[in-house]
């Protein structure tokens, strides 16, 4: 009687994982958790850059594009007035520049907030999510509104005109900037002053 065929066993094999995951609870895992503000910080600081760059490589033909739309309403807004016109032009080039200003330091400062935040044990997941995300939005909107500030401005007359046109930009930047930076410094104390979690 012959015996039964021996089934050859087949070691089994374990997963490769594509991708190494941080532990949780790791400085990492809790940085990603803000990941969106982080890249708006970024962009920032880059925007912030650009413009510097721009303003080396490009200052003529920038100055003259803010000298054509303030030539393109002479008659109607300016009422002929050349140096009304000269004025505004000139601020406006000054409200370029604080956009370049704006957009290399309130991004440095939006992502040291954003870094520290992550650096914290204590804040939720949540508190994470949203300050991260007003310190990039609000960090990338403010640094926005001084550029577009200044190329509107020539074509309204003043800078003040142009700055009211664009309110609803910075408003609502500026506000998402003050809370984010508050709620780290909060968040921040409380990690410091308040009695240390168990190990």
């Known amino acids: 009687m012959s015996s039964p065929p021996q089934v050859q066993e087949i070691p089994a094999q374990t997963a490769t994982p ?8 790791s400085f990492v895992a809790r940085l990603r958790v803000g990941r969106w503000g982080t890249v708006l910080a970024l962009l920032t600081i880059l925007f912030g850059f650009a413009l510097g760059g721009a303003f080396g490589a490009f200052e003529t033909p920038l100055k ?3 000298t054509a739309r303030a030539e ?11 140096a009304k016109m000269k004025s505004v032009v000139d ?3 000054t409200y370029y520049k604080r956009a370049h200003m704006h957009g290399g330091a309130i991004g440095a400062v939006a992502l040291g907030g954003i ?5 914290l044990e204590r804040p939720r997941r949540r508190a994470r999510q949203s300050v991260s995300l007003a310190l990039g939005l ?11 500030a ?3 401005a ?8 142009a700055k009211e046109s664009l309110a609803w930009l910075a408003v609502p930047s500026a506000g998402l900037l003050m809370l984010g930076v508050i709620a780290v410094i909060a968040l921040t104390s409380r990690e410091l002053f308040a009695p240390r979690l168990p190990a």
């Open 150 to 152: 200044a190329r509107a």
């Open 154 to 161: 020539p074509g309204l007359g003043s800078t003040d005109a």
């Open 64 to 66: 003259s594009g803010l």
């Open 72 to 82: 393109a309403v002479r008659d109607g807004v300016y009422a002929g007035d050349a």
């Open 18 to 25: 594509t991708a190494e995951r941080a532990p949780e609870g």
């Open 138 to 148: 609000g960090g990338l909107g403010y640094s926005s509104f001084w550029l577009l």
């Open 91 to 93: 601020k406006s080039w």
């Open 115 to 119: 870094l520290l935040l992550a650096a």
